[in-house]
């Protein structure tokens, strides 16, 4: 009898501390959800700072609880905090496609691209082992929209845009000098693991010339272009 006693008040201790503990998580995760309700809302954050200022003493969990004790402004929290992460999903949802938009863009011209870059790309410094484009190179307007015609494409300065809308390229308006966008160069807007890039480029072409080549190309053509002026 006393070990079926002694089993029997050792079960409801147990039961009791995992009451208790049930109890503070749930405390902690009312604290949480209060916090979250602050983090998105500035109104009511300057409401329970002023809250805060008019009671002194206590402390800051406390005063969470007893400023959404008040439960019209609860309600109205939650359903500001409802609508902000709705508008943050349908902003995130419209990134994704605008993301997607380009880079299915992309694929149809980053070979050219990337050919035309591949002399300015260097070794990573972060993994010597993987190269990359510096976000200082540059090459000039014109000499890509020259390598475009060469290449064969048509409507060029239409294309020209096209690349600059869909982030293929960057420009300097002040000095039309371009280098790789986004959209080819940040591993955060790759649909795919399969996507190309610089690195895997190179590794598969090689560099398309040096430095040197490529900005002696870049003197000649602007040359040419001087001398039909």
Known sequence: METLAAIGFIAIFAACIYLLISMERKKEDK???YKELLSCNSDLREDFNNFRATHDGITYEKALRMFFADTERLNEA???KQHSDYIHYLSEESVKKSITIMRVFGYQYEEFLF??????AQKSNYDSSTWDVPYDALLPEYYIIDK???AGYSNVYELFQDFLKNELL???RATHQCTLGTTLTLYATYLSKED????????????S???EELMRDVARMKATRNSLT
């Open 196 to 207: 190309n890039n610089i690195d895997k480029w190179i590794k598969k072409h090689g560099q």
């Open 209 to 211: 010339s040096t430095k």
């Open 31 to 33: 604290i949480n959800h």
């Open 148 to 150: 475009m015609k060469e």
């Open 115 to 120: 050919s035309l870059y591949s002399p300015l």
């Open 78 to 80: 939650v359903q500001y």
């Open 170 to 172: 960057s420009r300097d």
